[in-house]
């Protein structure tokens, strides 16, 4: 890990992953200089918890050789990066699928730190190891971010904006699916007359198993032992919704097609 | 919780879930009388185990009044059920998704104990709490597996054959499905260079979050903030595979139809 060397931050945004970002930086004994958001009362909020000031217009950011952080949604980053010049900052967004080139022409040094992390609440567990992925324009430029992102997590990665964006889609299926797959378990189980709560063992045992040994060794179920009795009772009882039907099949389907070719097993 | 009674407890089977019951019965202070399995070795294997005798003969286990515990796939559960009689024992099986009339005829008192796990490897973690459905045909059946479910986890539901099913189901979306998801985003993670582990915080948070705040309140990700750019982005990039795409898209309908009534939130 490299050197620590102390950077004065400022924040164009004082949402979640603002905060978690600028209270990160704030620990690991940078300055947090000036916080902008649209709704004056969030910027005043995060700018109390890290000793910086807040501003009521963009413009009042001044931030001549700091580094910026957009971290809006995608549209206002959008908006904010085409409608502005950045002027010496290192001007950086938070986003999973905008490209870096959104700031071309508008600041010489630019990138992104993009959190591999849904943070969902305004404060992240101190020490929890979230993956930061960089990226710059220019080396000066990267090994200034690459420090920054060090001295707040040791899981850094360098990845292309073109990666990112097939990362920000593996996060999709390794995340916001699982969660709805979990709500449709429990609509389930609720109509079996059982709390959803009876599943806590059963996820967390697979999720770790999953993690432990790699989800393909640690598949298990009726479509991975080519159980066809099972699955057509399970598609006959998810009559009551042709969507949990249409979602039961596609996955069913292609589990069989990973391991399966050909009536053998191939993983 | 029931008074404690020590049962004489034999099992036909001797894999994953037989071991797992065999060992929770056997440490709550049950005697384990005899352990048959189709495979000799695994039967002596167990019954070393839980200080019982094993037998290379069904017809050996002499189950007089004793509780008898079928632990086998499905077909083979089903084969044995219909091909005995098992007289005056009180005889279960283990299995989600069959009845359990199957021993009707065969048994005065019979029923079912499923264990809701995933039991893939031949120990589980003491005191990991597992929970039992249970099942059977008379009152005093009932009361009998109830105590001997009870002495062995803190968490014992009463569970309808056609419950039981809808449990089973319900696993399958809250456990094997995610698991394959979890494949499909190290897939594409491998796509973009960057090792699966990069995902597991992420994973870790995804699941913590959605069994303490409920699955449905802890949604995120762009089908839920009916992010259609993002959408249409990541179908682009999953033209590499048919089948991916096609989860992707009925997964994402069924998050907007959930959340989503004529362009406004639900939920």
């Given amino acids: 890990m490299a ?18 970002l600028a209270m990160e930086c704030y620990r690991a004994g940078h300055q947090i200089n000036m916080v902008w958001s649209r709704t004056p009362t969030n910027a005043k909020e ?9 501003c009521k217009e963009i413009n009042e950011i001044n931030c001549d050789n700091c580094i910026l952080i957009i971290a809006l949604t995608d549209q206002a980053t959008i908006d904010i990066a085409k409608n502005n010049d950045f002027g010496r900052s290192l001007v ?9 080139d959104v700031f071309s022409g508008h600041s010489e040094d630019y990138g992104v730190l993009y959190p591999l992390q849904s943070i969902s609440g305004k404060e992240m567990p101190v020490n929890s190891d979230v993956p930061l992925c960089i990226e710059s324009n220019t080396e000066s430029g990267l090994e200034r971010l690459r420090r920054l992102a060090e001295s707040i997590s040791p899981l850094v990665y360098e990845i292309s904006s073109e990666n990112r964006l097939l990362l920000h889609l593996a996060a999709v299926f390794a995340c916001n699916f699982p969660n709805y797959l979990y709500a449709i378990a429990g609509e389930i189980a609720d109509k079996a007359g059982v709390p959803f709560e ?3 063992p059963l996820i967390r045992e697979t999720t770790e198993n999953a993690l432990s040994r790699g989800p393909l060794k640690a598949q298990t179920g009726p479509a991975v032992r080519n159980d066809r009795i099972i699955i057509k009772k399970h598609l006959d009882l998810l009559s009551f919704s042709p969507e949990y039907r249409n979602i039961y099949s596609s996955i069913t389907r292609s589990i069989m097609d990973k391991h399966w070719l050909a009536g053998k097993k191939i993983i």
């Fill in 92 to 100: 950086l967004h938070t986003a999973g699928s905008i490209p870096m």
């Fill in 198 to 200: 009876i599943y806590k």
């Fill in 3 to 20: 050197e620590f060397i102390s950077e004065s931050v400022s924040f164009i945004g004082a949402g979640n992953i603002a905060t978690y």
């Fill in 46 to 54: 995060l700018a109390v918890k890290v000793n910086a000031r807040w």
